[in-house]
């Protein structure tokens, strides 16, 4: 049985930082692809970063080098500098055996509760 859970999030001022945390458990380490998703009130849900089986990394243009996507033994992190208020989100842990559009949460077959990112100007 596949869990994913997610911890890190919280409230910061416009430019801090914040390193999200994702625990993975039933499935072999990368044996999965694994991302990041957010989803502000009102808005669709909308890709963040993505790592692939093979480890290659992509990032929204939104967040392109502010925030780096890092796997380490079972768990998945975000770290996000320079954060800023149009960051504010619920931000969800994503995986799935292929995979193939690290964007598309169409793709993605488990997901983790969700942890709430906050940030003030």
């Known amino acids: 049985q596949v869990q994913l859970v997610e911890s890190g999030g919280g409230s910061v001022q416009a430019g801090g930082s914040l390193r999200l945390s994702c625990v993975a458990s039933?499935?072999?380490?990368?044996?999965?692809?694994m991302a990041w998703f957010r989803q502000a009130p009102g808005k669709e849900r909308e890709g963040v970063a993505g790592?692939?089986?093979?480890?290659g990394a992509s990032y929204a243009n939104s967040v392109k080098g502010r925030f780096t996507i890092s796997r380490g033994m079972n768990t998945l992190y975000l770290q996000m500098n320079s954060l800023k208020p149009e960051d504010t989100a619920m931000y969800y842990c994503?995986?799935?055996?292929?995979?193939?559009?690290?964007?598309?949460?169409?793709?993605?077959?488990?997901w983790g509760q969700g942890t709430q990112v906050t940030v003030s100007s």
């Open positions: 790592l692939g089986i093979v480890g």
């Open positions: 039933g499935f072999a380490d990368s044996s999965h692809a």
């Open positions: 994503a995986a799935d055996p292929y995979g193939t559009h690290w964007y598309s949460p169409n793709d993605f077959r488990y």
